[in-house]
């Protein structure tokens, strides 16, 4: 361990450093209350020898002091101090002391309670490891969760979630709320001609530009369900809606996938649906999805590949 030792007496500074070095540890030292805690801050040392009586701020004080500083991180505090009553130690336990030894302490019992110090520490820190663990592993399950498990992006579950909770926002703001509807065309064709696993390919290569094409960290990339796709606009009017649609329709065009068909299609593209709404009490966001649900209908039936939107004249413009 690294062992912080605070003495305003220098002889028994050296004393206690030599046999705590002794047993092993690293040591650090200090003069007094104020020069202890800049050690504490600049060091972080694992345990805390500290006497009572010292000038300018007393070892209580600095307890307290230092028990602000660590946190939630907690650092064992041994009193060392030739004031031995029953008042003297409760007041050193309450000001954050962990345990009181009684100066001058010997060398068999300061090596005793180094050892149970380290045994705390290294209990502490496995506990400590294994609630980072079971914290890393809830992040890995909420994105597991959230994530649509073929092309990575945000999954039907999240798309919902966080349509109601930017619709909420925008309810409270007067800001219009964006959805864009995406169908990949005609991907029963390129499904049958490229088997599933080019299928598969192909929607991961789509949603992945479709991602980079969002270009707001605030907008939601989700996968809808199957060949359809979504993507969540918060604060953007109907001009927004259309052009953030048109500028994925030309990236996802730009990929050129072919459908290895014979037929008058011969690239992979997208039909789009855009729709914007400024939430009011005869709404709800599932009026927003018909809405694009219209548009990217009448979308396919012009033709596809293509973006059509379709809104309330508020949103035509932020």
């Known amino acids: 361990m690294k062992v912080l030792i605070v003495d305003d007496t220098l002889s028994m500074l050296m004393a206690t450093s030599a046999m705590v070095k002794a047993n092993g540890h690293t040591v650090v030292t200090a003069r007094n209350g ?27 004080a600095t307890a307290e002091r230092i028990r602000q500083l660590s946190g939630e991180h907690w650092i064992p505090i041994i009193f060392l101090s030739s004031l031995i009553n029953d008042k003297d130690i409760a007041t050193g336990i309450d000001a954050g002391g962990d345990d009181y030894l009684t100066k001058p302490v010997s060398q068999t019992l300061l090596a005793s309670k180094l050892l149970a110090m380290q045994r705390i520490a290294d209990m502490r820190a496995r506990l400590v490891n294994v609630s980072h663990e079971l914290e890393s592993a809830n992040r890995r399950l909420q994105s597991i969760v959230h994530q649509d498990g073929l092309t990575g992006i945000a999954n039907r579950r999240h798309f919902d979630a966080m349509l109601t909770h930017e619709w909420g ?21 390129y499904n049958d001609r490229n088997g599933h696993l080019g299928g598969d390919e192909c929607l991961i290569r789509i949603a992945r530009t479709l991602t980079l094409s969002a270009n707001r960290s605030t907008d939601i990339v989700a996968r809808y369900g199957g060949e359809e796709f979504a993507i969540v606009l918060p604060d953007t009017p109907l001009e927004g809606v259309h052009l953030v649609g048109e500028r994925m329709r030309a990236a996802v065009e730009a990929l050129h996938i072919p459908y290895n068909a014979p037929a008058s299609f011969k690239e992979v593209t997208i039909s789009l649906g855009g729709a914007a709404a400024i939430p009011s009490e005869n709404m709800s966001p599932q009026t927003l999805i018909e809405m694009a649900d219209h548009a990217l209908y009448e979308a396919k039936r012009k033709g596809r590949n293509g973006v059509v939107v379709a809104g309330y004249p508020e949103c035509a413009a932020a």
């Open 34 to 60: 104020r020069e202890a805690v800049e050690v504490f801050e600049r060091e972080l040392p694992d345990l805390v020898l500290l006497d009572v009586i010292m000038p300018e701020m007393d070892g209580y």
């Open 169 to 189: 926002r925008s309810t409270r703001n007067g800001k219009p709320l964006g959805l864009v509807l995406i169908d990949v065309d005609h991907f029963k064709t």
